[in-house]
Every structure is written in structure tokens, then in C-alpha cells.
């Protein structure tokens, strides 16, 4: 493993990918302030465009990083270098994720100080978002692990369209259970079994999604 | 390049293929046996989709054959080994930069992967190509975009070039400027160069020795002034009964009534007297092209095979 070469590689993509991982940064905190202004709708305005900034962010990232590389023949520069597959693989896993991770840590960061600063908020909601927000970064990964096996825009977008359904889904099971659903309105942070087991879940769905897609990565035979 | 198919391994060579076999749905590569020698510019020639940008990929490592040995510059050749490449400038066809940045940015990124860099040399084919570094890929020619991929090439002083099909698609003045940088770099006896094209005019410029391939076989490998001699067309008239003598080497190409085309591949100073002695008038014997023996190669080896 040559960690020059990743490192290098992986600055290569950060810097290539600045201009739509600031402007989802940017996105996605007006998107919070949004949810800060006065009136129910503002705050429903602000949830449903924080979901749309950080889906959008995470098609066009594993878009402009992962898949342009095959589109647009780019690959084939780079792995004229004097890079190994593994160099390759690391670099390009890690920053697709940094790169996601970025406007999706900013985001939640701010939502959580304003938890805990603006007067109206809820702390207790905070556990309702960050299942929220792992929900998304499970169903990102999952869509990593898709665009690296199978290439392909098209899968990678049937994956995001089901992830979208399950969000539904799973935004309903979140409101309907009556632990978490009273949580929404508490003043008070708390931590309830069932939002451990939640977060539990999801953290492994992550872990293996990421694993995964390491692993048939890395088994490539033919790099273009 | 020669065919290695009876030859010791040979730990000297820039570049060695073994047994090397890889299969996709509508193509195989079948059994590609190659030895570079050091110092030597190697044209590799064959029509479209005869095999040759595979054999390059796999050299690199880009692409995993199913059977076979790779060894470049005394190293052996997978994805999972990154060193040899450090020594090795490859071009494809369809290799891309990133459009929307500049060329600066990709000597930047390439200089830092690459000790050897040059910068004097890299801004000395800059002017030579008529290139200007802050420009965006995105606005640059099929013929500057070749160039600008054959600096960030050149500029690092690799040991082995592998050019796939490098003038293809260039105007007439942008093919002599890189034929003519690939001619000074022929000047220095210790770097190799392996070149692919179906243009047999751009190979026969630059290279030492030639390789034909088709449908994924090494069909003819020789040294390229011995492919010029050793290949002859004759040009007969002979009765419709007329019986070819048996000369190894030598087959019918073309018959026009009485006028019989023939082609030899082992060509002897005495074929031209016993051709007369068979009963046949002699009409002409022509030195070939190397067009013509690409041609005529071809064809043989694709009877070769049916039969």
C-alpha cells in the first residue's frame, strides 16, 4: 500500500469535487435555518429540504467521483499511474464518503446546536434526527455499494429510488411508534432502548454496505 | 518484438507476454507470446478490434488475463502492483483528463506522483506542442488533448512507452510533430517504446521491429527491414493448367485469366528462376509495402486458422 498515493489520489478528488460539496454544505444549512423560522410549515419546508439536500449530494458525489471516472474515461489516466488497485480503491472510497459526510455532518452539527440554542427547539428531538440521518447515510452507502458493482447509473438510481420509498417508510414507523413519536415534543434529551437498537441496526447496515463494497472492489479484474 | 514460443526467458527484456490468454463474449486473446528487447521501438499493427489495446492493458495491469505471465521492466505485472508502472508512460486512445480543469493542474498531480519529473522538459514540450498550460481540457482539440496526455507522458522520462494508437484521429501536421517527439526519444538507445496502430505508414516510420495481430493472434513478428526483404509479390502468366512449383513460402494471391498474383513471405534470390522453369512467364517481382505484407499476413493467417 502506497499512503503517498492515496493521499494524493484522495486530495485529487476533494479538490475536484469542492464546488458541489460546498454548494451542498451551503444547501443543506439554509436548509436548517429554514427549519428555524417562525411557523409550522417553515420547520416542515426546512425537514423536507434537508432530505432533498442530502439525497441530491449523495447521487451526485458517487455521480461526479465514481461513476464520471467510467463515463467519462478517466479511469484509465489515472490507473496508468503508478498506482495499485488497493491504492485506488482506499482513495476513492474514502473521499466519495468524505466528500457525502461533509454537507451530512454540517447539517446535522447545526441541527443539534440549534437543538440545544434557539428557544422553541426540542432537545428531545435529537434522536429522531440522527436516526434520520444515519437512515440516509445507510441508504448513501448502499448506493456506493451499487455504483461500484455494477457500474452502472442506472442501478444506482433504482437503489435511490427504493431508498426514498423505504425513507417513507421508515419516517412513518418513526412517528407511529409511541416511544420515539414522544420523544418529538420532549424538552428533555433522552435515549430510549429502542432508538439504541435503531441506530444499532443502522450502524451495521453501513458497516456492511461500506465492507461490501471494499471487498468487490478491490477483487477487480479488469480496471476499464 | 519476436514471437517467444521456443525461446528461454530472457530476464533482459523490457517487456515479456507468456501463454497469455484472456476471453470476452465476442473475443479471445489467444495465446500471446511477445518479447520487447530493450532499446527498441516495437510497432504493434492490426486492424480494429484485433486484440491490440488489449495486450497493452494487460501489460499494464489494467486488465487480468486468464492465463499466462506478465513481466515488464523485470517485474511482474497485476493491478495489485503499482511499482512497475513508475517506469512505464502509457497512452490509450480513449484515456480522458478531467475536463473541467487545466493542463497545469494535471502536470501538477502527475509531478507529484512521479520523482523523475522533468519540468524543464515539460515546459519545452509545452512550446514544441503549442500548448498553454492554464488551458481548460475541455477547450482543447483532439490533436492538443493527445499532446497534452503525451507531456504528462514524456515529462516523467519513463523507460517504456506503450502507445496505443497515438496519431489516430490527428491532422496530418499534429501526427508529424509527435512522430517526430517519439523519433528523438527513439535516439535514446536505453528507452523502449511499444506502438500500436493500424496505420502501417506511422509504424513503419519509427519502429525496429513489427508484430502483426489478428482476431487476438500474433500472426508475423519480425524485425521490420527483414519483413521488407523476406516478402515478394510475382506477377505470372501461366496456361490455366499450370501447376505452382512447391515453394515453401510462396502462395497465390489473385488470377485474372492467365495472370496469376503470388505472394511469398520467405523470399530467396532463386524463386524468380525456378517460377520460369514451372512454365510460367514472369512478369514482375515487386518488393511489398509493409501495407501490402500487413494485408497479405492477414489473410494467410486467417487461412491458416480456418484450416
Redesign the interface.
Known sequence: M?TQ?IQ?LFL?DLF?SRWPMFGYLVGGLLSVMVTCLPGESAGFVGFILMITVTIAAGIHLIGALLLGESI???R??I?????????YSLAKISVVLVAFLIPWFGMLACLTIITFVVPEAKPGILPFLVLLFLFMLGGFCLQLFTAVVTESVGWTIVVLVLGNVTLNLFLKMLYEHPAISKLNKSEVLSWPPVVLQIIAIEAIVILIALGLTFMFQIR????? | MNTTLDRPQQNTSAASLRGVTKSYKHFRLDNIDLEIEPGTVNGLIGPNGAGKSTIM?IM?????PESGTVSVLGKSIS?????A??D???F?D????????SIAFHMQ??R???PSWDEGYAQQLLDRFGLIAQQKVKGLSHGQRVKA?LLLILARRPKLLILDEPTNGLDPVAKQEVLAELMQIVNDETRTILYSSHNTQDVEQISDTITFIDRGRVIASNNRDEFLDRWRRFKLQAPQNWQAPAIDGLRPESTFGNLRVMTMDRYQTDVEDRLQSSGATLESSEAMTLEEIFIAAVSRGREEKQS
Open positions: 502506497n498515493a494524493i485529487k475536484l467519462d474515461m478517466t484509465t489516466f490507473m496508468s499511474l503508478p498506482i495499485s488497485l488497493l491504492d477487480r479484474k479488469d480496471l476499464v | 492493458r499494464m495491469g489494467l486488465v487480468t493491478s495489485r502492483e503499482a511499482s508502472k513508475q512505464i508512460g502509457f490509450s480513449d484515456m480522458r483528463l478531467y475536463k473541467s480543469e498531480f502527475v507529484s506522483l512521479f496526455l
